[in-house]
């Protein structure tokens, strides 16, 4: 009931910044909370960010707190992730995902996109 596509993923020099945004189709997006997740060839898909529904909690992996920041606009649909401060360690596919609670676990989420690829050169 709920497609996500993701966008904004590229080559970025280590330091820099990058947006990342997922676009989300379906009648019940509000009701999901919304999570980043990326995957690193040869390495399983780890938790990045997530956000609730009404955009009152937000939760970051150790590894990126401070540097990358969740987002949401339930009337438009949409999700984003501020990436700041990229370090080559963030190289990965980045994916967005709906969870109907509030969850860091990969295997709570119900919907996923296709996934976008950051590549964080040194």
């Known amino acids: 009931q709920v497609q996500l596509v993701e966008s904004g993923g590229g080559l970025v020099q280590a330091g820099g910044s990058l947006r990342l945004s997922c676009a989300a189709s379906?009648?019940?997006?509000?009701?999901?909370?919304m999570g980043w997740f990326r995957q690193a060839p040869g390495k399983e898909r780890e938790f990045v960010a997530v956000?609730?529904?009404?955009?009152?909690?937000?939760y970051y992996a150790d590894s990126v707190k401070g540097r990358f920041t969740i987002s949401r606009d339930n009337a438009k649909n949409t999700v984003t992730l501020q990436m700041n401060s990229v370090r080559p360690r963030d190289t990965a596919v980045y994916y967005c995902?709906?969870?109907?609670?509030?969850?860091?676990?990969?295997?709570?989420?119900?919907?996923w996109g296709q996934g976008t690829q950051v590549t964080v050169s040194s």
């Open positions: 995902a709906a969870d109907r609670g509030f969850s860091v676990e990969l295997r709570d989420y119900d919907y």
């Open positions: 379906g009648r019940t997006f509000s009701s999901y909370a």
């Open positions: 956000i609730s529904w009404n955009s009152g909690r937000t």
